[in-house]
């Protein structure tokens, strides 16, 4: 997914929940996330590569850091694994079949606005077909350049992540459910996040 992107659904899901300096450290850990250095060797960060054992346990990972570091009343590094922890959330909707699966539930009729979007459809998230985009080099790199992408296409699999990526907006109008879907579950993600917490540690977390 974009970056602008990431920034969007971060502030319009907890953008209200926690003060600004909070949201400024969530922001650059979430975008940093796709810095070039962690573009190989890290599909776990992305939910590609089909490895979501790996993904989700990532996830788990990072809320515990944001409880551990908020108990030594280390706010900053909260705020940071948190940041990393919802990128990866984000990137599950682009980066996976979740959203077309809800979609063909609706046999291609006229599916409900993207706000109506189900985040977390058990039947969807335990389906032993789920699958996310596997990352073929080094074509897949060639194919993030513009002018080079129409010709790359044809040469990589049905199941790449460039054939199947809901990056950015497109003709399909797939990126709208994405969009919605990742809003909501990172409200959830923050939501669980936050139930977890102590309350002598909440308002630290939060910056309020």
């Not at 108990?71 to 599950?92: C, K, L, P, Y």
């Amino acid at each position: 997914m974009l970056v602008r992107h990431h920034i969007e659904i971060t502030r319009q899901a907890i953008g209200a929940d926690v003060s600004p300096r909070a949201l400024e450290f969530i922001l650059r850990a979430n975008c940093a996330q796709d810095g070039l250095r962690y573009q190989l060797g890290h599909n776990h960060f992305h939910f590609d590569n089909n490895q979501f054992k790996e993904s989700y346990a990532y996830i788990e990972e990072q809320r515990a850091l944001v409880r551990a570091s908020l108990e030594r009343g280390d706010a900053e590094s909260a705020w940071q694994a948190f940041g990393r922890m919802i990128h990866t959330v984000q990137d599950f909707y682009a980066h996976s079949d979740y959203i077309p699966r809800w979609l063909s539930r609706f046999n291609g009729g006229t599916p409900p606005a993207p706000e109506e979007v189900d985040p977390v459809s058990s039947d969807i998230l335990q389906h032993p077909d789920l699958r996310s985009g596997k990352l073929y080099y080094p074509f897949e790199a060639l194919a993030f350049i513009p002018f080079l992408k129409k010709s790359i296409l044809p040469l990589l699999p049905a199941d790449s992540h460039t054939h199947m990526n809901h990056d950015d907006f497109d003709d399909t109008g797939i990126f709208e459910y994405v969009l919605q879907a990742s809003i909501k579950r990172t409200k959830i993600e923050f939501e669980q996040t936050t139930a977890q917490l102590p309350s002598n540690i909440l308002p630290l977390f939060a910056d309020h």
